[in-house]
């Protein structure tokens, strides 16, 4: 029995300050930088939105639990975000899905869902209902990959170019969507562009950077019954998604395609953050960018290797990018050096 099944749910309450320190640091050591640079009014729903996003995501990704399982418990935390009253329903849900939790910091999340849902229920109408929109999206797209791929030993593809295009945006375009409402909300002269020209460079720069996550799993995704490469590309290199392991270099006219089409939705995320004026905000914005072009420089060299391989840019470079961009004050010519450097 866990310790979140002997404690009366008042004693399970997990502080709002917790929440945004500690336990967002410890899921995401890397996007917690970007949360960091930004203003305290952007801050608490990236945040908070964030926590929820990666809440769900480890639920899907809890395989100890059946498929079936694990597609209701996310349904539940799904209609919970969206303010439906569940009773306990949050908390046993927590008891039940975080003594899974190999890893420490998922386990703390998971055992505090039912606090961020009162930090959402208490946050400000638009930024809720802001929330509640992206995850609504986010949500959608999970639950449609656990529904897409429900044998692990059968390796089942994407039907179509479309069917990807809709996941990366459900996924991650849609959070590029909600961070450019967010920012034209929030912050005054956020940009000279039109919010709907941000908006479309913001969901670019969101499906670019889902693909990236794409590419560089692949081996992994395949290995475990899911490939994101359409089926109707493989058949015109007559290649079963089964065979893409054993015979990799057959996949790299499809693979190289998919690259390209990350590599332009890095560069609206360049063109998305050059255009903001608000230099910690910038800062922020194109830090994900720029590790992301070096990530597919990677990629691109690794060839026909990459579905063998674990692809990461070290520790070391990702604080030298950062470095970099906070001695310079993300000025827009340090912006392009570092972008055509890292995508070398």
């Not at 694990?70 to 008891?95: C, F, N, W």
């Not at 992994?220 to 899911?226: E, H, I, S």
């Not at 392991?245 to 332009?264: D, G, H, N, T």
């Not at 990461?312 to 604080?319: L, M, Q, S, T, Y």
């Amino acid at each position: 029995m866990s310790v979140a099944e002997t404690l009366p749910s008042e004693e399970r309450r997990v502080s709002v300050p917790a929440l945004r320190g500690p336990i967002l640091r410890q899921v995401s050591r890397s996007f917690y930088l970007s949360i960091f640079l930004l203003p305290k009014k952007l801050r608490d729903p990236v945040s908070l939105g964030y926590l929820l996003a990666r809440a769900s995501d480890t639920i899907a990704d809890t395989l100890e639990l059946p498929l079936e399982l694990r597609t209701e418990k996310l349904r539940l935390l799904a209609r919970g975000i969206q303010g439906e009253a569940l009773g306990d329903s949050i908390v046993e849900l927590s008891a039940s899905v975080s003594p899974l939790q190999k890893n420490e910091s998922e386990r703390a999340l998971i055992e505090s869902l039912q606090s961020c849902l009162d930090w959402l229920d208490r946050s400000e109408v638009v930024d809720r209902e802001d929330v509640r929109g992206v995850l609504e999206k986010i949500n959608r797209g999970q639950i449609l990959d656990l529904e897409r791929f429900r044998d692990p030993k059968q390796v089942a593809a994407l039907e179509t170019s479309a069917d990807l295009d809709e996941y990366t945006y459900l996924v991650a375009g849609s959070a590029g969507e909600f961070w450019t409402r967010l920012c034209f909300r929030h912050l005054k002269k956020f940009s000279p562009r039109g919010e709907n020209q941000m908006l479309e460079l913001g969901k670019r720069y969101g499906q670019g950077l889902q693909l990236i996550n794409i590419l560089r799993d692949a081996g992994d995704d395949l290995r475990a019954g899911r490939c994101y490469f359409p089926n109707e590309e493989l058949a015109a290199v007559a290649l079963e998604p089964a065979q893409i392991v054993r015979e990799s270099q057959r996949l790299m006219p499809i693979y190289r395609k998919w690259r390209e089409k990350a590599e332009q939705g890095i560069k609206a995320g360049i063109e998305y953050a050059k255009a903001i004026r608000n230099r910690r905000v910038r800062i922020a914005t194109v830090l994900p960018a720029l590790i992301g072009a070096r990530t597919l420089a990677l990629l691109r060299d690794a060839s026909a290797t990459v579905l063998h391989r674990h692809i990461k840019v070290p520790r070391k470079e990702v604080r030298r990018i950062t470095s970099s961009l906070t001695f310079s004050l993300a000025s827009r010519s340090r912006i392009d050096l570092l972008f055509r450097e890292l995508s070398r």
